[in-house]
């Protein structure tokens, strides 16, 4: 159902948009918190919380069209240890 939200967010002046980015908003600044209460920086925290939430939607998807769900999990589970919660350099800066 919240695909279906998702998609329905989508069109020209759906009623929905605002919902969506809300959320969308809301679930990145709950991730970026998290990550940046185990010493990630913000700007790290920031860009992989807003890839994380893309990839999630992606992996739902391929969760209920894969013909084994057990390859979407063990995707899931390497995307969170070898990128979302990867470590960082905690000075290094943006160029």
Do not use: K
Request: proline share 3%; with cysteine.
């Amino acid at each position: 159902m919240i695909f279906q939200v998702f998609g329905a967010a989508c069109a020209i002046d759906s009623p929905y948009r605002d919902y969506i980015w809300d959320t969308r908003s809301l679930l990145t600044r709950n991730s970026r918190a998290h990550l940046e209460s185990l010493d990630m920086p913000g700007h790290v925290a920031e860009t992989r919380s807003r890839i994380a939430l893309a990839a999630f939607q992606g992996l739902i998807i391929d969760y209920f069209t894969a013909e084994d769900a057990s390859f979407v999990d063990d995707t899931f589970t390497r995307f969170v240890d070898e990128f979302l919660l990867a470590p960082c350099q905690a000075d290094q800066e943006l160029t």
